[in-house]
T-cell receptor
Framework: GAGVSQSPRYKVTKRGQDVALRCDPISGHVSLYWYRQALGQGPEFLTYFNYEAQQDKSGLPNDRFSAERPEGSISTLTIQRTEQRDSAMYRC?????????????FGQGTRLTVV | AQKITQTQPGMFVQEKEAVTLDCTYDTSDQSYGLFWYKQPSSGEMIFLIYQGSYDEQNATEGRYSLNFQKARKSANLVISASQLGDSAMYFCAMRERSISSGSARQLTFGSGTQLTVLP
């Protein structure tokens, strides 16, 4: 596609439910990143992939959070047993290659609300 | 220590004037990239400008320029001739190189500066 696509755009879920957030990066982009952004704050790194390999998951808050990118394209961020503190905007970004100078393109994000 | 520091939570500028948004960074890498993104109230993240650590010239993109002072580890964004549409949140970000893999790591963002352009 033309840009990074995330779905759903909005998700309201009850506390304790599992949610899966999807990211479809720009075609051919090697690197894919997940961020979480609270209102009025900068994006906070969660995890990233080069191709299908998860390079760094140090930003995942706890073991309820996991991510995968099995075929090196679409990625899913899963949050198990959601809690109210998980409510935030979840953003996905992709970049063409693994270079330092390559900018990342962001999707519109998924607004998660846990009630 | 914070990797990216943006000390101005909010800034105001008169339309048509220039404004500088501050950004300082912390890294021990020799090779890194610095980025500025704009986030309007609609929520999208828009890439504005890039500066590489080895670039000798300050980056420019239209009305945006980057005042890069490597020794001071600062990468301030200058917006000339401000327009009402420039009102937005602005984020400074850095990408370093992974020691183990040699490839770039994730972008690390600052806390942002909310710019308001006054008519």
């Amino acid at each position: 596609g033309a840009g990074v696509s995330q779905s759903p755009r909005y998700k309201v879920t009850k506390r304790g439910q599992d949610v899966a957030l999807r990211c479809d990066p720009i075609s051919g982009h090697v690197s894919l990143y997940w961020y979480r952004q609270a209102l009025g704050q900068g994006p906070e790194f969660l995890t990233y992939f080069n191709y299908e390999a998860q390079q760094d998951k140090s930003g995942l808050p706890n073991d309820r959070f996991s991510a995968e990118r099995p075929e090196g394209s679409i990625s899913t961020l899963t949050i198990q047993r959601t809690e109210q503190r998980d409510s935030a905007m979840y953003r996905c970004a992709s970049s063409l290659d693994k270079g330092v100078r390559t900018e990342a393109f962001f999707g519109q994000g998924t607004r998660l609300t846990v009630v | 220590a914070q990797k990216i520091t943006q000390t101005q939570p909010g800034m105001f500028v008169q339309e048509k004037e220039a404004v500088t948004l501050d950004c300082t960074y912390d890294t021990s890498d020799q090779s890194y990239g610095l980025f500025w993104y704009k986030q309007p109230s609609s929520g999208e993240m828009i890439f504005l400008i890039y500066q590489g650590s080895y670039d000798e010239q300050n980056a420019t993109e239209g009305r945006y320029s980057l005042n890069f002072q490597k020794a001071r580890k600062s990468a301030n964004l200058v917006i000339s001739a401000s327009q009402l549409g420039d009102s937005a949140m602005y984020f400074c970000a850095m990408r370093e190189r992974s020691i183990s893999s040699g490839s770039a790591r994730q972008l690390t963002f600052g806390s942002g500066t909310q710019l308001t352009v006054l008519p």
